[in-house]
């Protein structure tokens, strides 16, 4: 994989770390997850819980016999619906607090669904004794293909922060007067999250105090949803959890095996450690759901968008409406004349549907670009000049409102410069390498930019290191080092004198590490923290008769390179470390915070990028090998070379997995996940992913936040997929409109 | 999973004396079998560790042709110098199996015995699966079928004891077919040799066995016969992914040429049957005839005559054509160094 970084556009607003804060620790084994608790518990103190599922996708627990399983070596506690403690659970608030299945009824809505909870001295005597377990059901009709049920589709009962249908000038008067138009539909699968961690907690009870370790992208939302789920006020919990192993959205919200694990905490008096096995991440902690896509575009001649609409159905679960906007991007990726999207879910007994890496965006690019492909093609046009041609300069979706900084054009012609575009035949089918055919295809990426209020404290420790603490989540995205450097540059310091404290709950509170906003959210906190740090400091030094500063005004008096200058007169100074060691080396302290500007309702703040990619398809097996992809983002400014192009990069292989590999099937009769392991639920290897050449273009946007950055954890898999399956086309002349492109469809098609 | 008992056996008599027992099965690298305990598919009383038994050599045997210990390692065996060059299209079918971790545990025992992937088989919360529960019925006939069987399945409707259309998930043994390896055995008995075709079975009205094995009998070694096809060899395999998938059809392709005229041809698919797809008509309708594009398509023909696909996996029968139609044509071409 080759890295490129455009040196000269970057602009560098603090020095780097050159490493990953917490990388050494991860290597070599140090670092520890939330399951990886144990120790801090004694040998026969800690007990395991399993997590006993229903086989039937709709009805009810008749019985459980749990007789045997309770005398099975090392059984302590068998809970099921017909004992569980009664738990006073509000009404839900999807989607983010989840519709949960906590065993306060014996109601089973989908195959997987939590209906008992085994707890034993090892995790093995659990799963054991769990299988012994003679659990009789009441079927019930269910909801199953929902494909086949598409006349049952319905406007969602919670859209989320977006409504669910939207219109914008006349569209039909738009198809009326196009010259040429697109009308497809185009499928997404349901996806499943499969970060390398599995969900995970351990909980522990001290009285009516509860602690847990959990996996988490949110502390702060565990810490409120459990408090509410386990009737006790919010600060008798604490939730902590230093390192995520990869979230993607599974972990942004609560599930029920959290509360079910203080619930058997509760139980057995004892602290519990409760980890979904990899086949229980496929159904009870969310996933992505499919849509089908109806996708109609009108232009005119010369390439101008005159309306377009994108009406959007998915599988939504009898327990909850979640809504994947994949119809968002046609609002606002591109002008146009008129515009019309819809959202609609259709109901079936599977597992709640929830927030995956770029939701609404990702599956919305993924087809959308499709379209537009399809479109350039009628027009007999270059994929990029339609592009431009469409150009939104201002906010379509919001009458035209100013975007709060917009480089695209900037990464169309950078990106394809450096993967040769220009070469590009447009006609499918014609170019070769030996057996293979070759294809080139390239897309748009977008994802909006978010922010959240967020606080955060400094301290300035003798010796000249620092301390900076948030109570955000690092989920392998690289959250500890940028607050590192953030906290460095407060003072100018260097960023390996810094010590980084986040998951923790007791610490200033942060918001749920997701929507990519964690970068803009806490590292402004931890600016004006830095800030009033500063001042302290100044106070401090020119009221010590000690420092040279003594009797300087404070307004005169500034902190460059780690040290306390006079702006007047230069040859004064002091040293931190000195100033903090006359202190008596007690540490200075300083709380910051921040929070959108008012100005947010006045702009649009979005990240853009432009996506191409090469592809090899065999034509005899008709396997698809992605020989490279150019990524070129407008994000900001990029703030660690290393984990940053490395998110960048991530979402990339992600669009490849989507693309060409994800599929999670479900049993057509029992509703049952089939593939509900990595075996055979398949997302990229080594093989399948090719040279990925990522760079950004990197003018800071200092309308959004003062640190000039945008999120970046979710764009990459945007724009991708659909770059990979337009490059498909181009190299075999086959139009697969369905995701994942597997080989029976390109032979089929 | 279950608990068990575990013995590790140092000889081979001492590895049968232990079989005896009821719910007794050997452990060779544990790659399929202690998956399947962790699923509770399998719940054997008790493993009779065979990784210590001298089955790990690869040797020359007398009159051309290599012995296989069943002890040895996928990794070792594709590498062996002696395959490399005289059997390259099992080297080939080797490699583009499973991945560089699994195949330096997997056995060639074990490969040979490793059961289906069938998603109705490997969840035992599907309670119909007459591999796993005889009698219970097929949930993969009017299930997620897209992996299963298009030839020589049993299908009988979703609710008969005797339907099955898994298939075996091999790549290695579709090259031993195509080059009609035998199978060494050794029971309390005494020992046995099985042709390749017959080693494996199809459902027919019992599809809880996968094999001609008997009870408690301890596969050896697999032998092969001297070597035809080094020159003209090519193992293809269309999968989901470039590598770590299971096949969704493979062939194994071995020409013996003579100018452009083929001499004689070994010939088989995988992941189309509940065994590796072997006709020996195929064979010697190619067997004097030009190595040519309709004589291939003649052989692919006869391999997939009477093939019958399901919802899923129709798909295969098309696939399965070209494949073996492509891995003629470049074992024509002649043999690529295996990477
Ligand atoms: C994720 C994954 C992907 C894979 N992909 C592929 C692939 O692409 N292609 C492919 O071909 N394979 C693939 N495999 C399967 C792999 O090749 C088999 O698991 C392996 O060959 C089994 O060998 P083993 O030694 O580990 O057998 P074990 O798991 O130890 O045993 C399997 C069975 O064989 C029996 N057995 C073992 N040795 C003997 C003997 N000498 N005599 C009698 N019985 C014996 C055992 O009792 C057991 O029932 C994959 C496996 C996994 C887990």
New binding site residues.
Partial sequence: MSIAQDQEQASKPFKQLDHRYEGIAKVTGKARYAAEFSESFSKTELVYAFLVRATIPSGSVKSIDSATASRAPGVLAVITPFNAPKLSQGPPQPPARRNLTLLQDANISYNGQPIAVVIGQSLNEAKVAAAMLKISYALQPAKLQWEKRLSEARWPKNPGKEPAGNHRGDIDAAFAKAAVTVDNTYITPIQFHNPMETHATIAWWQGDKLTVYDATQYISGVKMSLAKAMNIPVDNVRVIDPLVGGGFGSKGSMWSHVPLCAMAAKVVNRPVKLSLDREQMFGPVGARPSTINHIRLAAAHDGTLLGIQHDTVMNASVLEDFVEHAEGPAKNLYQSGASSVSAKVVEANLGISTFMRAPGEAPGTAVLEIALDELAEKLKMDPIELRLKNYAETDPSHEGRPWSSKHLRECYSKGSEEFGWASRNMTPGQRSDGKWLIGHGMATATYPANRSAAQATVRLLPGGRMYVASGTQDLGTGTYTIMAQQAAAGLGLDPKMVEVKLGDSTLPKAPVSGGSQSSASVLPAIQDATTQLKLKLIDLAVNDAASPMHGLQAADCDVKEGRLISKSQPAKSDGLVELIARNKNQPVEAQGQAEPSEAKDAMSTQSWGAVFAEVAVDPHTHMVKVRRIVGVYDIGVLLNEKTGLNQLMGGMTWGISFATHEDGIVDASTGRIVNASL?EYHVPVNADVGVLDVSVIGIPDLKFNPVGSRGIGEIGITGTAAAIANAIYNATGKRVREYPITPDKLLAG | MKSFAYSRATSNAQALEAARARGT???????????LMKYQVEQPVTLVD?NHLALTEISQIDGGGISIG?MVR?SDLANHPLVRTNYPLLSQALLS???PQ?RN???T???L??RTRCYYFNDISFSACNKRAPGSGCAALEGYNRIHAILGQTDKGPTSGETCIATH????CVAMAALQATVEVEGRGGRRTIPFAEFHRLPGNDPSRDTT?REG???TAVTLPSAKFAKNAFYLKARDRNS????LISVAAGLEMEGTTIRSAGLAMGGVAHKPWRIPEAEKALAGQLASPENFAHAADILLHGAHGYEHNRFKIELAKQGVVRALTVAAQGTSEVA
């Fill in positions: 075996a | 099965q050997f452990l060779a690298g544990g790659t399929n079998l202690v998956d065979i069943a996928n199996g499973a991945s699994l545990m997997a056995s025992g074990g490969n015995m490793q998930p091999s790549d290695m094995l009998e301890l596969i770590y998938a299971f096949a």
